[in-house]
């Protein structure tokens, strides 16, 4: 069945409040849908976001690689051959993950309707239901403190806390947050990079002392230090978490040969594709580490195609896919409900716009 036709419509979707880390501080999003059509008239939808502090992307140039390249080097192509017109995106061009991401999702929903399956057993889906997190933002410690509360009163017992631009500030909101909620709680510790690799030990070795309940600690150094991570690693107790350096499955081998992490956030706007996301899951699955998968600041749409894959693959033991809770846009709200993620058994990912 060919591929026919394919759009671009943009969109930008205020947050609840501002989400802040030591990278950036987002008040909304900006983000375009992707939408192909087959010959048949089925429709693919895909999502992609704008974060040029992470992935480089924006909204604007991902507009434009999707028409001036991406679109006419899948036009006429036949959905069902579904991993070569991954590989064609893939080596289209360098980089441009978020548009990648986009179209691929996109083609992904359309071969799952075609087969009249939902998305997630396209990859040998095992579940439809997910525990998710929430995230909490980087701020004052007070501040933190009423985030984290209002969080575990909505039913979250996992909490990821966002840390990374002052050591000993950041020792002081964990330990805040700690002294309220203590043993009601997991958290994960993401430093979004803020940390040298000797910044990283000391504060982790206080971490520990202080019997945090901590389930791991997240790029802790910045992402080309691959050395560093390994350094990390090595001399701490708290399992590390590769985030930002792992874009790719040669970036989980590598993270893989130098035994540089316990386990790897997968996230489809830095892997630029489902395919790839799944192949980062089973090569760290062939060396005994957990992956996790996550998400930008993006759309609920995006994250909802995460979310297929990851009750799909075995070695994705973990979510971090709470942005769609933090947006002002309540078309997939019955999928994301507080703590629980929920999935249709209906064909494709489940997103189906009032305008299709």
Same mark, same amino acid.
């Given at each position: ?15 609840? =409040?501002?989400? %802040? ?88 929903? @359309? ?14 889906? =095992? ?107 090595? =001399?701490?107790?708290?399992? /590390? ?18 035994? @540089?992490?316990?386990? /790897? ?51 994705? %033991? ?39």
């Amino acid at each position: 069945m060919k591929i026919v036709d394919a759009q671009i419509q943009t969109e930008r979707t205020s947050l609840k =409040r501002p989400f %802040k880390t030591a990278v950036r501080t987002a008040f909304d999003i900006q983000s375009l849908i992707v939408k192909i059509t087959l010959e048949n008239g089925i429709t693919g939808y895909g999502s992609g976001v704008a974060t040029e502090k992470v992935t480089g992307d924006s909204l604007s140039g991902m507009k434009n690689i999707l028409e001036q390249l991406l679109f006419p080097s899948i036009l006429g192509k036949e959905i069902e051959n579904i991993a070569e017109n991954e590989m064609i995106i893939q080596t289209s061009c360098i980089g441009n993950t978020s548009a990648k991401a986009a179209l691929s999702i996109a083609l992904y929903d @359309a071969y799952a309707k075609l087969l009249k399956v939902p998305l997630f057993q396209i990859f040998g889906g =095992r579940t439809n239901s997910l525990i998710n997190d929430m995230t909490i933002s980087l701020n004052e410690p007070n501040e933190m403190v009423h985030d984290a509360i209002k969080a575990v009163e909505q039913g979250f017992s996992i909490l990821k806390i966002k840390v990374g631009n002052d050591p000993q500030k950041d020792l002081e909101r964990i330990q805040a947050i700690y002294d309220h909620l203590c043993d009601n709680i997991v958290l994960r510790i993401d430093a979004n990079q803020g940390w040298s690799a000797k910044e990283a030990i000391k504060i982790i070795g206080e971490f520990e002392s202080r019997n945090f309940p901590i389930e791991f600690i997240e790029q802790p150094v910045p992402q080309w230090d691959f050395d560093g991570l390994k350094f990390v690693r090595e =001399r701490v107790n708290i399992p /590390i978490m590769a985030d930002e350096s792992v874009y790719s499955a040669k970036d989980a081998i590598k993270i893989v040969n130098k035994k @540089a992490a316990d386990l /790897i956030n997968i996230k489809l706007m830095k892997t630029g594709s489902l395919l790839e996301a799944c192949k980062i899951a089973s090569i760290a699955e062939t060396a005994g580490i957990p992956c996790m998968i996550g998400c930008m600041m993006e759309s609920s749409l995006s994250v909802l195609a995460a979310a297929h894959l990851a009750v799909a693959h075995p070695n994705i %033991k973990k979510v971090d896919l709470d942005s769609p809770l933090w947006l002002n846009d309540h078309k997939l709200d019955r999928y994301f409900r507080n703590s629980q993620i929920h999935l249709e058994e209906i064909p494709g990912i489940g997103f189906h716009p009032v305008s299709q």
